[in-house]
């Protein structure tokens, strides 16, 4: 079964999953787990220029179908990963994809400048920072806004471009268009989803910054619904992201229209789901007779 899977000119990858940005941090821990050169691809956690702390405790709850989490995109900044952390994971001749962010359109450009360097194989954008100079709206929220930032950073870097969308809009379908118009080579839907907990007992909120994004198997049907939407509207490949925790979600999403997949939220729970996603996926494929993943992608069955 051929597995092979491309996102963009110059960013193949040996098989469609690899793990969501956030869930894995640098990589190093999970390496006790795995071998990650099975992964298609690593993705970073999210990094900016300079280090940022994050929010206060707790920082993480689960609920019944998956969990809500607040880190505030706490990292290392970009000069300490590209000194520290990229090593060890260019050891693994996987392709590294680094996930980052700004406050501002200039910081974003900052960034894919400083990331443009040997042993990155392609930048992801997290789109969903609110932007300070803008009263704090997200970068993602507005079409022409996100049409400009993506032009800005397209025109600051060579590698291959990403944008992670956020499923917290109007029409996702115009933002993914915004994006690919302005030079995305690739999409990466969704983002987590706003949400809470509440402890009944204290009467507070769980969570130290009381709100926080969930992810899990709880938004599934809503990342899958987008996927199939976004791809049938773009040219470029859709990256699925939301839910994805077996083999099963992840042909789903392929079958919606993802070339490939990210899997987030389950490799907490199980650090070994990895290698069992990507055996699953061929197991589907020889079962099914399909000899190429490539041959999957967007064959859903509608009428």
Not at 35 to 49: E, F, H, N, P, Q
Not at 227 to 244: F, H, L
């Amino acid at each position: 079964m051929e597995l092979t899977t491309r996102l963009a000119d110059g960013l193949i990858i040996a098989n469609p999953v690899m793990n969501a940005s956030g869930t894995f941090a640098y990589g190093e821990e999970f390496s006790g787990f795995f071998d990650l050169s099975v992964l298609g691809a690593v993705v970073t956690k999210g990094l900016s220029m300079q280090p940022k702390r994050g929010n206060p405790l707790p920082r993480i709850v689960e609920t019944p179908c998956g969990m809500i989490n607040s880190i505030g995109l706490e990292n290392v900044g970009i000069h300490a990963f590209t000194r520290e952390k990229l090593p060890f994971l260019r050891g693994y001749g996987v392709p590294v994809i680094v996930n980052f962010f700004g406050s501002n359109e200039e910081e974003y450009v900052q960034a894919a400048r400083a990331l443009d360097i040997e042993g990155v194989a392609a930048l992801e954008m997290n789109v969903s920072c609110p932007n300070v100079k803008r009263g704090g709206i997200e970068f993602g929220k507005d079409p022409e806004g996100l049409n400009l930032l993506v032009t800005r950073v397209r025109q600051a870097c060579s590698k291959p471009l990403i944008v992670k969308l956020s499923p917290m809009v109007t029409d996702i379908c115009a933002n993914a268009q915004a994006a690919v118009e302005a030079g995305a080579d690739a999409l990466t839907c969704i983002n987590t989803i706003p949400a809470m907990a509440i402890d009944e007992e204290t009467m507070r909120p769980v969570l130290g910054n009381v709100t926080g994004g969930l992810s899990g198997p709880a938004i599934k049907p809503v990342a899958l619904k987008i996927v199939w939407e976004v791809s049938r509207r773009v040219s470029v490949p859709v990256i699925a992201a939301g839910g994805i925790a077996s083999a099963s979600d992840a042909v789903q999403f392929m079958l919606a229209g993802a070339s490939a997949v990210q899997v987030g939220s389950a490799s907490l729970r199980d650090p070994f789901c990895f290698p069992v996603v990507i055996e699953g996926i061929r197991a589907y494929l020889e079962r099914k007779g399909i000899t190429a993943v490539k041959d999957l992608v967007g064959s859903i069955r509608e009428g």
